[in-house]
């Protein structure tokens, strides 16, 4: 990934210029000096390709002059409906243009300082590569920017925006790496060490094993675990940028904090009720709840978010075997309520009833946020758009709803109600964990809801469908998104800090 710099306006003798330019824009800064360099070729050569500005639009000019190796134009659109996030999308745009290029300088004079950091966000996101298996690839496939300079006559200004992006894009960074590491090398145990050096960051972590957690009496957690060779984990990181200090020198934060639970399948098989063989490998990617809630966790800690924060993850491998929960099995929950497991395959809600129960008991949250990729039902039903998103608390519902807008991280709220949770009504425990076909996604939502204590403030968001994408998107490559963290650093920064 290359390493973004601001800088004043000056001509690069060599590599690639980028040339963003609105809709009404006129010819200025380094646009205008390299049109009068060239003769007037820039001009001539946008005319040619029709390029009007327009959003999406871009162009190429090979070698205009001496030294620069190409110029590429990159549409904005019209100047008043620019916005930092339609900056990110023209850099994302931007990125595979001069991605074999070392060096690029985008000129940026004309733009306010959150759009130029903006574009330069996008243009950073979208170079994440996950290549660290990669032996044969051959040298020219690779990409390689190297630097990119952003020329801007408010170059203290820009590096002021820019500070905070690039600890929310580590984080992005963090959880994409995560959720695409092959599951022969990131198991519970390694995913919960690959926690550890964010305490470099100002996070406390502690790490809990199968003795502590049966301990806490996480017979839900635990049941999901013991097909697997690797033992479980669950990771506990606080960040406490509103108290002042770590939780090393406090017993508790000063103000509630706000909560963020994540499911961390590393490998899910579905175990006895096993699944299908085609496709199975896209379960490594089952533990994405977790994986986002590391990378904000990150990201808050590395842009000193002035909130308190708690974040638990908890970690599991659901795997056959002749040790492997049965479905007719009956576990007992940390909350004490009971669960008939009728499918072994609907595990996620198992992990999760247990940790928040835990997040809620030790740090009595002002509201908690779970993200999993629970269910293939939200896919039926909302596609790879939206992630679903239930919630028992409208202010919090309208919050993330607006917090996902401008990040490009849309949430749908899906309804929750009495007639759904009849669905689960066992025979023989207090409740069933799957309730059958018919609203597949509502129904795991509330077998979760029956473990938010009265009155909390909660939502759920099941990201099944946004977790890992088949194509390329505005500002990230096909694979790992990292769907949440930068839609939850947006709910923190709207509305819990300070």
């Known amino acids: 990934m290359p390493e973004i710099a601001f800088v004043k306006p000056a001509m690069p003798k060599h590599g690639a210029l980028v040339l963003p330019i609105a809709e009404d824009g006129e010819p200025a800064g380094l646009h205008a000096a390299l049109d009068k360099a060239s003769g007037g070729a820039l001009s001539r050569a946008l005319e040619a390709a029709s390029f009007k500005g327009r959003k999406g639009q871009s162009a190429t000019l090979w070698a205009p002059v001496e030294g620069i190796s190409r110029v590429v134009a990159i549409g904005l659109g019209k100047s008043a409906e620019l916005t930092a996030e339609g900056a990110e999308a023209a850099g994302g745009a931007c990125y595979g243009l001069v991605a074999k290029e070392r060096e690029a300088m985008v000129a940026a004079e004309g733009l306010a300082a959150p759009v130029a950091a903006g574009f330069a966000l996008g243009l950073l996101l979208k170079s994440y590569r996950f290549d660290r298996y990669r032996t044969t690839e051959k040298e020219d496939d690779k990409p390689k920017l190297e630097k990119v300079a952003v020329a801007t006559d408010a170059a203290t200004a820009c590096k002021n925006a820019w500070a905070p992006l690039r600890a929310i894009a580590d984080g992005v960074f963090i959880a994409r790496d995560l959720v695409s590491e092959p599951p022969n090398v990131l198991h519970p145990v390694e995913m919960a060490e690959r926690c550890k050096p964010l305490e470099k960051l100002g996070l406390t972590i502690e790490i809990l094993g199968p003795k502590e957690m049966r301990k806490l009496g996480f017979g839900a957690l635990l049941g999901v675990s013991q097909g697997s060779a690797v033992e479980p984990r669950m990771v506990v990181m606080q960040w406490l940028g509103a108290s002042g200090g770590t939780a090393a020198t406090k017993k508790k934060p000063a103000q509630k904090p706000v909560a963020f639970i994540g499911k961390g399948v590393t490998f899910d098989t579905g175990g006895i009720s096993i699944k299908p063989a085609g496709g199975m490998e896209d379960m490594k990617w089952d533990m994405?709840?977790?994986?986002?809630?590391?990378?904000?966790?990150?990201?808050?800690?590395?842009?000193?978010?002035?909130?308190?924060?708690?974040?638990?993850?908890?970690?599991?491998?659901?795997?056959?075997?002749?040790?492997?929960?049965?479905?007719?099995?009956?576990?007992?929950?940390?909350?004490?309520?009971?669960?008939?497991?009728?499918?072994?395959?609907?595990?996620?809600?198992?992990?999760?009833?247990?940790?928040?129960?835990?997040?809620?008991?030790?740090?009595?949250?002002?509201?908690?946020?779970?993200?999993?990729?629970?269910?293939?039902?939200?896919?039926?039903?909302?596609?790879?758009?939206?992630?679903?998103?239930?919630?028992?608390?409208?202010?919090?519902?309208?919050?993330?709803?607006?917090?996902?807008?401008?990040?490009?991280?849309?949430?749908?709220?899906?309804?929750?109600?009495?007639?759904?949770?009849?669905?689960?009504?066992?025979?023989?425990?207090?409740?069933?964990?799957?309730?059958?076909?018919?609203?597949?996604?509502?129904?795991?939502?509330?077998?979760?809801?029956?473990?938010?204590?009265?009155?909390?403030?909660?939502?759920?968001?099941?990201?099944?469908?946004?977790?890992?994408?088949?194509?390329?998107?505005?500002?990230?490559?096909?694979?790992?998104?990292?769907?949440?963290?930068?839609?939850?650093?947006?709910?923190?920064?709207?509305?819990?800090?300070?």
């Not at 007639?419 to 509502?442: F, T």
């Open 288 to 498: 994405a709840g977790a994986g986002t809630v590391i990378g904000l966790m990150a990201a808050l800690a590395g842009r000193k978010a002035k909130v308190d924060a708690v974040g638990l993850v908890g970690l599991v491998e659901n795997m056959p075997s002749g040790t492997a929960q049965r479905p007719g099995d009956v576990v007992k929950t940390a909350s004490g309520q009971t669960v008939e497991v009728i499918n072994t395959d609907a595990e996620g809600r198992l992990v999760l009833c247990d940790v928040m129960h835990y997040a809620q008991q030790r740090f009595d949250p002002r509201f908690m946020v779970d993200l999993a990729t629970l269910t293939g039902a939200i896919i039926i039903a909302l596609g790879h758009e939206h992630a679903g998103m239930f919630s028992n608390d409208d202010t919090l519902a309208q919050q993330l709803s607006a917090a996902g807008k401008p990040v490009g991280e849309a949430v749908w709220r899906m309804p929750l109600g009495e007639a759904y949770d009849k669905q689960l009504k066992s025979e023989i425990a207090d409740m069933k964990n799957v309730g059958g076909r018919p609203g597949g996604s509502i129904t795991a939502a509330q077998f979760i809801q029956r473990f938010v204590d009265k009155g909390r403030p909660w939502a759920h968001l099941d990201i099944a469908g946004v977790a890992w994408s088949s194509k390329d998107l505005p500002t990230a490559p096909k694979g790992a998104t990292a769907f949440g963290v930068r839609l939850l650093d947006r709910l923190v920064a709207d509305h819990y800090e300070g």
